[in-house]
C-alpha cells in the first residue's frame, strides 16, 4: 500500500506528484484562454461604439428635408446655414426634448412650442457674433428693422444615428421656410445685402395694407426702421416733441439712403421713402409700477414703390445696383 498520510519518501512524492498535476492543470487553463486572444486579437473583449459620422462644419449650408440633411454649396438653393454644432459623444446642455426623435425637422416645419422654445434657447447665444449684429443704439430716432431669422435645432438623421448618438447642430432658416441663395454670416448690419426671405416685406392689394411677407415673393413695400420715441414724445402725448414732422421724415430718409447703401435710396424716383403708420403701432411707457402712462401711435420708415409692377427682392444693402423688379 502507499503511504498517504504524508509521513516518509512515498507520501513527498504523491504530495508533489499532485502539486505538479495541478501546476499543469494551471497551466493549461492559462493557455485556453490566453490562445485565442493571441492568434485573433480583439475578437474577445468588449465591443466598443462604432463612429458616427460628424456633424456639418460651421457655416455650411443645407438642404433639409424629413429624414435628409444634404449638404449643398452656399450659392446653390437651400434652406438651412449651420450655426453652431455637437458631436455624437457631446450632449448639449438642455437638449432633452429631441432624444430619440432622428427626423432633422423633429416632425413638423416648426415643431411644438417646447420645440421652438428650446431652439431659441439654444441657438441665440451664438447668433451675435455669427451674424455680427451690432449693439443697439437707444438714442437713435429710428431702429433699423433686422435680418428676420428663425433659428431651429436639429438631430442627426437615422442614417448617421444609433439610438440617442447622434450630431446636432442650430441652423438658420427664414421665417418663411423658403430656400435662399448666399450666407448669412454678418449679415446682421443694418446695411448688409441679405438674402430675399430675411428681409420685412409688405405686401398691399387694393391700396391697403395686407401684411408682412419676407422680400422673395412680390410686394410693394418693404419696411426699413421702427420709430423710437423718447420720454417726452410719451409724456407730451405727441411724436412732434423736440421734433417736426419734417424732422421725422429727413431722419427716416437717412436710414434709407444708409441701409441701401446709396446716396439717393428713391432710385431715380422709383421708390418714395415715407415716415407714417402702416400698422397703427401702438408704443406705450409703463412706470415702475407697471401702470401705462402714455401711448402714441408711431411712424413706420418704408421703402414703397412708385407706379405698376413689383419688387422682388431687398433693397437693404443694393447699392448703386439695379432695383429687384419682378
Not at 61 to 72: D, F, H, N, P, S
Not at 80 to 104: I, K, S
Not at 226 to 234: E, W
Request: hydrophobic share 45%.
Amino acid at each position: 500500500m502507499l503511504d498517504v498520510g504524508g509521513s516518509g519518501a512515498t507520501g513527498r512524492s504523491v504530495v508533489r506528484s499532485r502539486q505538479l498535476g495541478a501546476c499543469a492543470l494551471v497551466v493549461a487553463v492559462v493557455a485556453a484562454l490566453a490562445l485565442p486572444r493571441l492568434l485573433a486579437p480583439g475578437v474577445v473583449g468588449a465591443a466598443s461604439a462604432a463612429p458616427l459620422p460628424p456633424p456639418p462644419p460651421v457655416g455650411s449650408c443645407l438642404q433639409l428635408a424629413i429624414e435628409t440633411v444634404e449638404v449643398v454649396g452656399c450659392d446653390r438653393p437651400h434652406t438651412a446655414e449651420v450655426l453652431q454644432t455637437w458631436p455624437a459623444d457631446r450632449q448639449p446642455d438642455g437638449a432633452t426634448a429631441l432624444d430619440g426623435r432622428p427626423a432633422p425637422l423633429e416632425g413638423e416645419p416648426y415643431g411644438s412650442d417646447a420645440w421652438f422654445a428650446q431652439s431659441v434657447d439654444m441657438c441665440w447665444p451664438a447668433m451675435d457674433d455669427y451674424l455680427a449684429i451690432p449693439p443697439l443704439d437707444a438714442t437713435a430716432v429710428w431702429i433699423a428693422i433686422p435680418v428676420q431669422i428663425v433659428p431651429r435645432f436639429i438631430s442627426a438623421p437615422a442614417e448617421q444615428s444609433a439610438g440617442k448618438r447622434r450630431w446636432r447642430a442650430c441652423v438658420l432658416t427664414a421665417p418663411s421656410g423658403q430656400e435662399f441663395v448666399g450666407t448669412l454670416r454678418n449679415a446682421g448690419a443694418p446695411d448688409s445685402l441679405r438674402p430675399a426671405p430675411f428681409g420685412s416685406c409688405v405686401w398691399s392689394g387694393t391700396g391697403s395694407v395686407v401684411g408682412v411677407v419676407g422680400c422673395a415673393g412680390p410686394h410693394q413695400i418693404e419696411l426699413l426702421g421702427y420709430f423710437n420715441p423718447t420720454m417726452a414724445m410719451f409724456q407730451a402725448g405727441s411724436i412732434e416733441t423736440g421734433m417736426t414732422a419734417q424732422d421725422i421724415q429727413d431722419s427716416c430718409t437717412a436710414l434709407a439712403s444708409r441701409m441701401t447703401r446709396s446716396a439717393d435710396p428713391t432710385y431715380g424716383g422709383r421708390l418714395r421713402i415715407s415716415a407714417r403708420p402702416l400698422f397703427n403701432s401702438l408704443s406705450g411707457y409703463v412706470d415702475a409700477a407697471g401702470t401705462a402712462v402714455s401711448q402714441l401711435v408711431v411712424p413706420d420708415c418704408f421703402a414703397e414703390l412708385v407706379g405698376a409692377g413689383d419688387l422682388a427682392g431687398t433693397v437693404v444693402g443694393l447699392g448703386d445696383g439695379p432695383l429687384p423688379l419682378g
